[in-house]
């Protein structure tokens, strides 16, 4: 694979969007994300069930926040795979596992994060594996921060939904606009960003600035934000060619295809990641060059 030339000064320059895409179809993005999206379709269920383990080890059965669960897993899908998704959905429920059922949920959440981990370390060329031992542990560990996330929005929603409360009691003036803004959006978005932004910062073997990777968290938030509605209008546009090809298996390809696309803008984010990367260590590398050069 080529080496990636870039400028010292690539991360201020406001190219860096197509750059990554084009190094995105240099990488093979295309062919990862195909197995990002299949590794998907075997893991999320079981992924969802570990989560739901998890959240149960700390809170219980606790109805109002397995109901807010189901939501927001709901809402990272558009509204023309609706069918599926609610199918999925609707198999995730609390209830007490034993160990050889925990593994096996582990052992499927694993494969997710194998495909992620695999593709991220091909877009920033590493040569340097971790041993299998770290990749399981590390897989948990971000498993269970992304179900730490999740409590936290939680938390933060039912918040706003209390301020709201108190605030209409003592003004009679209803906020339901910042409310629903704050809760159907900037949540959601900020909880996607976030997630991102530590996948992107922890994949890679080498040590990634964390400003860096949150450059393409909030690239990956913003853009998988403006797909889910981008999505539904393609699907209305070409939703009678899908189902003369495909029939009734036209809901089911409709659904991978999402599931594709959101791959693709992940590995297009990890890309943009990379690129600021390469542009830091380029500028530290001409500052060492430039301090440690004579005087003239």
């Not at 299949?38 to 959240?55: A, E, G, Q, R």
Request: glycine fraction near 6%; include cysteine; charged fraction near 15%.
């Amino acid at each position: 694979m080529a080496a990636r030339k870039i400028a010292p000064d690539a991360g201020l320059e406001m190219n860096v969007i197509p750059k990554s895409i084009l190094s995105f179809f240099k990488d093979n993005g295309p062919i990862h994300a195909g197995s990002m999206a299949y590794f998907f379709l075997m893991s999320f269920v079981p992924l969802c069930f570990l989560l739901v383990t998890i959240f149960g080890y700390f809170l219980g059965e606790n109805k109002e926040f397995y109901a807010f669960f189901s939501a927001r897993a709901m809402r990272f899908f558009p509204a023309a795979t609706a069918n599926i998704s609610r199918g999925l959905m609707a198999l995730v429920t609390y209830k007490k596992i034993g160990v050889f059922s925990f593994l096996i949920y582990t052992y499927f959440s694993h494969l997710l994060y194998r495909s992620l981990e695999s593709a991220v370390h091909v877009i920033f060329q590493e040569k340097a594996k971790r041993s299998q031992l770290t990749s399981i542990v590390m897989s948990f560990l971000m498993i269970s921060m992304i179900a730490g996330f999740i409590i936290i929005s939680f938390a933060a929603t039912s918040l706003i939904q209390m301020l709201n409360l108190m605030f209409t009691d003592s003004t009679g003036f209803r906020i339901g606009i910042v409310e629903s803004f704050l809760i159907r959006f900037v949540i959601p978005v900020f909880l996607v960003f976030i997630t991102a932004a530590v996948l992107y910062a922890l994949l890679p073997v080498k040590k990634i600035a964390f400003r860096n990777a949150l450059y393409g968290g909030l690239f990956t938030a913003l853009l998988l934000e403006a797909a889910r509605h981008l999505f539904n209008l393609y699907v209305v546009n070409v939703a009678t060619q899908i189902g003369a090809i495909y029939g009734p298996l036209s809901s089911f390809v409709i659904f991978l295809l999402w599931i594709y696309y959101s791959a693709c803008i992940f590995l297009i984010g990890a890309e943009i990641v990379c690129t600021f990367d390469a542009s830091s260590r380029r500028r530290d590398e001409d500052a060492i060059r430039e301090q440690s050069s004579p005087p003239d």
